[in-house]
């Protein structure tokens, strides 16, 4: 195990944060353009 200080836990915590917000909306934006994809098919 690796010590980690408080402050890089801090910016682990962020980045995962920023990570699952990014994929939250690249998986909304899939899913819309398969909507308009299955609208136009």
């Not at 915590?13 to 699952?20: L, V």
């Amino acid at each position: 195990m690796f010590y980690v200080s408080a402050s890089e836990n801090l910016d682990i915590e962020a980045a995962k944060e920023i990570t699952e917000s990014f994929l939250n909306s690249s998986f909304l934006n899939e899913e819309r353009y398969i909507n308009r994809i299955n609208k136009l098919s």
